[in-house]
Each structure stands twice: as structure tokens, then as C-alpha cells.
């Protein structure tokens, strides 16, 4: 089994991309876009901006005079061998670029296993000097986690070779009689666990559980952020919610569930959840963004999500998914695939524009004004922006996005003893033991997924299709013809099946209003439009000019009408809304007792939230205040 990530136990066992070849429609396009241009598109950067030149200096002995990037350079390369090393096991041919990479790397690591370009060589500061904020561990665990995927792939041998020795290196270094620091960036945790399931060797789950371990005993430096913002503040099994920075937070969590996992520590398991249910209670935007603070790129406190302040960065989502998937697979629990879902749609869908080659770093739900188009031949220093840019001075989304979508075939399904698990609707084929199925859908502008048997195996077995929590009533329609309605969140058929059986769910696709929990303060008296997992915004360049989207008023009484999107898509739903605008006077003082002004009806054009931006600057919002009634404020 090829995939990206394989744990020894838990309540499912997941499929590899190997099992699960994504055939057509939404994530299917999105996957091959990623192999036709984004990898292409990074490899160019890499090699434009030198980082990759990087690792030649180290081998030639010029690195102090010559290095180029920021201190976590080296982890850009790192994620780009895995996405290509997951794109050669998905698609079966070589990726180009793969083999220099894995050449350049290896050659420059030292002969005891230590390998970065920032520190270490003749002229640059010592190794480990800088826990803090010098990312050594940080890209160490890219490295292993790209070497992981080189084994499991079978290519790009000299990734693997490189990811052992620095692993070996990492637990001499950091073991038990070694140092006792900890990164200040959290992501070697889940690579060394991972690595472990690779190759058995106990000592690199050792070193991760030690890591995961020593975090929170303040062993790193106090900094005006706190040091809550690389989550030394408090032991993983004493922290209560994510807090500090998003991204940080989340691969310490994807790594403690790994560690506990592995080890059997139901109590480690059980805290990781706990921070889990309340973050998402409390601390998640409707897109499955998390972090709304551009201060530390940090979780907030509780219900502090506002829409213009959110940060959302897009490694933060794919940090999520990964979490996401790893609970799932422990507790076999469909509510954590219902997140993933939001999050690939809202967030790692938004990302990556529809050519493949520019991307957004923080994923805002309201754009107040255009802004402007970035420089095409030169790395944004911007982390946001209100278009997508080609690369930034800190690119580490373009990359993170790209590994991730080049294994999303091991995010879909799953078996356990009774049978398969459908846990998120693509168009595939699924092969598994002596299980074939066939997925058809056009989901998620569309609602029914048909699952039909191809290779029906030996005895019963049980076919599962998760029910999201969004769809309200689903309707399941058995091989025999049979309408059900799913009781809980998964829709089941135990039975003994025939090649040609079919089975085909019905999810609700009406479009739908969104009320916030009252406590959110930012986006009270507003509302938003979901249709299917799929978030919906208001975008300018899609409006009548005369319409501002700081003045719009809906009315949630109101039902949203569905049309095409021609430009964005053959099978695009967007959706038209009655609204109005404040026909109000200028004003030398912002402030009143009551409103002001006629208001005036108009037409709201929506789209889906991952579509925007895709057609130069614009003004935008998720949130739509609700219409005003009665004399507000009057008299007080």
C-alpha cells in the first residue's frame, strides 16, 4: 500500500493511492492541474529564487556568501520531492525534476546525517543555536516525510537514503542522553512516526513521542508573542484548545495523534480530541480556516473570528486535513471527514488559482477593496494579498498544497473488518483486496454519488457512505431498488454483493442560510449562503457597478436562485439573491441615532468562496448583514 499515512492500528485502515485512482470531475481536475502545472511551476521557482542553488553551495563550499531564502528554505524543496514522489506513485511515470532534487540533497548532507543550509557551514552560525525560530527540526520532518514518499513510491532513492540518515542523526542528537530542546516549529513529530511505520525502527517513535513529550515544559525562549505562539506554554495533555500559532499547533496535534496511536496512550488520544471539539466549537471559520489573527498567525480566543481580520493560512488547512484524517482513521468518527470536507472545499480549493499557478497565503472571508495585481516576475513580499500571486518571498503554501493534492487519492476510503468506508465523494475507482468499486458523481454541484461493484469479493461485506452533517435528510438507494433514509452519519448495505450492484446516495443540494453563533461578534445580525459543502461569497466584479458590498443588505426569508457560471467552470452553480443598498448622504460623522437613507432593491450575484479572485481584483464578502427592521437604536 502506497499513502501518506499508514498507522499500525485505530478503527480504519486507509487506502493508498495506490487503491484509489481519482478518475474525473472536481478533485480529479484539480489533481491533474497540480501535475501539469504546479509542480512544474514550483520547480521553476525554487530554482529562480535559489533555493534549491542552496544545497549545490553546500556541496561546493559556498553557502556563506551565497545562500538565498529564509531560514526555512530548505523545507520548500523538501515538500516538492514528496508532492513528486506522490505524483510518480499516483500517475505511475516519472515527474520531472525529482531526480536533481534528490541528487542535490543527498550531496549535501554531512556525513553524520545533519543537513540544512542555514546553519552549520563554514561562516554561518552553529547547529541547533537558534531552537527557536531556525527551523532545523522543522526541516528535518519535510525532508523525512519527502523520503517517506520516496520509499513507499519506490523512486527517488537518494530522498529515502537522506531521510534515514538525518532521522538517525535527529535521535542521536535529541534522544534520551542528547539535547533536550524541541523545535520551535512542531512538524518533525508526525515525519518521525511515519518514518517508524516505514521502516519499524522503534527509535524514530521514540524520538517523536520525546518531542511531544518535552513540549510545553518552557524550554524555549519567553518572546513578546508568548510562548504559547510555539505552544511551549503548556504539555499537549494539559492544553484545552489550539492556541497559538494555527499551523504550528495543528502538526503538533497531527503528531501527538500519531504518537498516541502507535503507543496505545488512549489518554494522549482522548486530550488531542478535547482541543479538537472546542476549537472547532469556538475557534474555526465557516470555510474550516483557522487562525484569525495576522498577530502570530495564531488562533484567537473563543468566537474572535472576524471575517476581514481572518488569517486562514492555507498550510494551516492542509495541516487540518492531515489532523482530520488521522482522528477519522483512530475513532472511525464521520464528523472528522465532515471538516476535512469543508476545509478541501473552502479553503485548499481557494487556494490555488484555476491556472494551477498563483496562490493565496491567508484565505480572508471579506475583501474590502480590489487591491491590485502582483508582480509576475518577482516573489510577492506580502503573506496577503487580495489576488493570488505567483510565489512569495515565504512560499511555503504553493508546495504544502501541492503534496497534498498529489495524495489525495489516500484521503478518500478506507476498510476495516466489516468493509469499505466512502469517506469523502470523488469520481473513482477503488481497488482493495478482492473489493472493486467504480464512484460516479458530480459532486459537489451535484448530489447523488453512485457506487457500483465491480469485483464483488468473497462473502458479505458492508458499504459505507458517510452522510455530512450538512445534508439534513439524505436518501440511500439500495441495489435492490430500496429508498432509505440514513439514521446516522454514515448510510449503510451489509449484503453478499454481485459485480453490476449499485448503490447510490442522495444529498439535498438546495442552497441554504448560514446563521452565526451570536457570541461571534464580528459577523452578528449577519448571514451566510451554503450550498452542498461548498460556502458561497459576493464578489464585485460579478455585481452591477453602481453596487457596493459595503452597503448590501439580504434577507435570509428569501430563496437563493441557482444559474450558470460560465468562465468558471461547465458544471459551476452560482447563485442570485434579492438584496438592497443604503442610498445614504455623505456624512461628515459616521454615527447616528437611527438609520439613514432609502434603500434601494437589487440583485446579489454569489459564487462559491473557492472560485473568487479568478478574474482580476475584487471586493468581496462572505458574510451578508441581514436587512434592517423597525428603528434600530432610535431613541436610545
Given amino acids: 500500500m502506497i499513502g501518506p499515512v499508514l498507522p499500525s492500528a485505530g478503527a480504519l485502515r486507509p487506502l493508498g ?3 484509489v485512482r481519482l478518475t474525473d470531475g472536481f478533485w480529479a481536475e484539480r489533481v491533474s492541474r497540480n501535475a501539469a502545472a504546479t509542480l512544474p511551476h514550483c520547480l521553476h521557482w525554487i530554482e529562480r529564487t535559489g533555493w534549491l542553488r542552496n544545497f549545490r553551495l553546500a556541496t561546493a563550499g559556498g553557502l556563506d556568501a551565497g545562500r538565498q531564502g529564509r531560514e526555512f528554505s530548505d523545507s520548500e524543496i523538501y515538500k516538492l520531492a514528496e508532492a513528486m514522489a506522490w505524483e510518480t506513485a499516483r500517475s505511475g511515470t516519472g515527474v520531472a525534476g525529482l531526480d536533481g532534487i534528490a541528487e542535490a540533497v543527498l550531496a549535501a548532507q554531512h556525513a553524520d546525517g545533519y543537513l540544512n543550509t542555514r546553519f552549520g557551514q563554514p561562516g554561518q552560525r552553529p547547529r541547533y543555536s537558534d531552537l527557536e525560530w531556525g527551523h532545523e527540526l522543522y526541516c528535518y520532518g519535510h525532508l523525512i516525510q519527502a523520503g517517506v514518499a520516496a520509499l513507499r513510491a519506490g523512486t527517488a532513492e537518494a530522498v ?33 512516526v511515519e518514518l517508524y511505520r516505514v521502516t519499524g525502527e522503534r527509535r524514530y517513535l521514540d524520538q517523536a513521542r520525546l518531542f511531544v513529550e518535552r513540549r510545553g515544559r518552557g524550554s524555549l525562549a519567553d518572546i513578546a508573542l508568548g510562548r504559547v505562539y510555539y505552544q511551549d506554554d503548556l504539555p499537549v495533555r494539559g492544553r484545552t484548545v489550539f492556541a497559538g500559532h494555527a499551523v504550528r499547533e495543528l502538526y503538533l496535534a497531527a503528531g501527538a495523534v500519531d504518537v498516541a496511536v502507535e503507543t496505545g496512550d488512549d489518554k494522549l488520544l482522548a486530550a488531542v480530541i478535547r482541543q479538537w471539539e472546542r476549537t472547532v466549537a469556538a475557534r474555526t471559520y465557516l470555510t474550516g480556516g483557522m487562525g484569525s489573527r495576522y498577530d502570530g498567525e495564531s488562533f484567537g480566543e473563543d468566537f474572535e473570528l472576524p471575517p476581514d481580520g481572518a488569517y486562514a493560512e492555507t498550510c494551516a488547512a492542509v495541516a487540518s486535513v492531515m489532523l482530520c484524517w488521522r482522528l477519522l482513521l483512530a475513532t472511525g468518527e464521520g464528523r472528522f471527514a465532515d471538516l476535512a470536507e469543508r476545509t478541501l472545499y473552502n479553503v485548499v480549493a481557494t487556494s490555488t488559482a484555476l491556472s494551477g499557478r498563483a496562490f493565496f497565503y491567508a484565505n480572508t472571508l471579506h475583501q474590502r477593496v480590489p487591491g491590485t495585481l502582483p508582480d509576475p516576475d518577482a516573489p510577492s513580499p506580502y503573506p496577503v494579498g487580495s489576488v493570488r500571486a505567483p510565489w512569495r518571498e515565504v512560499s511555503c503554501c504553493p508546495t504544502n498544497i501541492s503534496r497534498l493534492l498529489a495524495s489525495l487519492g489516500g484521503y478518500v476510503a478506507t476498510t476495516d473488518d466489516r468493509g469499505v468506508q466512502l469517506h469523502q465523494f470523488v469520481g473513482a475507482e477503488i481497488r482493495t483486496g478482492a473489493v472493486g468499486l467504480t464512484v460516479r458523481t458530480d459532486y459537489p454541484w451535484r448530489g447523488a454519488v453512485a457506487v457500483r461493484v465491480t469485483e464483488p469479493g468473497d462473502g458479505p461485506w458492508r458499504l459505507a457512505l458517510r452522510v455530512p452533517s450538512w445534508a439534513g435528510a439524505a436518501t440511500l438507494v439500495t441495489p435492490d431498488g430500496v429508498r432509505q433514509v440514513p439514521a446516522g452519519g454514515y448510510a449503510e448495505v451489509e449484503r453478499h454483493w454481485r459485480a453490476g450492484d449499485e448503490v447510490c446516495l442522495e444529498l439535498p443540494m438546495q ?13 452578528r445580525g449577519s448571514v451566510a449562503v451554503e450550498r452542498g459543502p461548498l460556502v458561497y461569497c459576493a464578489e464585485s466584479v460579478e455585481q452591477a457597478p453602481v453596487l457596493s458590498l459595503d452597503s448590501v443588505t439580504v434577507d435570509p426569508a428569501t430563496t437563493p436562485v441557482e444559474r450558470p457560471m460560465p468562465g468558471l467552470g461547465p458544471d459551476a452553480v452560482g447563485l442570485d439573491v434579492p438584496a438592497s443598498v443604503a442610498v445614504a448622504p455623505e456624512s461628515e460623522w459616521p454615527y447616528g441615532r437611527a438609520p439613514v437613507g432609502e434603500r434601494q432593491p437589487v440583485g446579489l450575484a454569489l459564487l462559491p468562496y473557492h472560485l473568487r479572485a479568478n478574474r482580476g481584483p475584487a471586493s468581496m464578502r462572505v458574510w451578508l448583514p441581514t436587512e434592517p427592521t423597525g428603528d434600530a437604536g432610535a431613541g436610545r
Avoid at 537522506?162 to 518533525?188: L, M, N, Q, Y
Avoid at 441554504?512 to 461578534?521: E, F, G, L
Wanted: charged share 25%; with cysteine.
Fill in 160 to 192: 529515502g537514503i537522506a531521510a534515514i540518515r538525518v532521522a538517525d542523526h535527529v535521535s542521536a542528537e535529541f534522544g534520551v542522553d542528547g539535547r533536550t530542546g524541541i523545535c520551535g516549529h512542531p512538524e518533525i513529530e508526525p515525519a518521525l
Fill in 17 to 19: 493511492v495506490d487503491e
Fill in 511 to 523: 442552497a441554504r442560510w448560514t446563521v452565526p453563533d451570536p457570541r461571534i461578534d464580528a459577523v
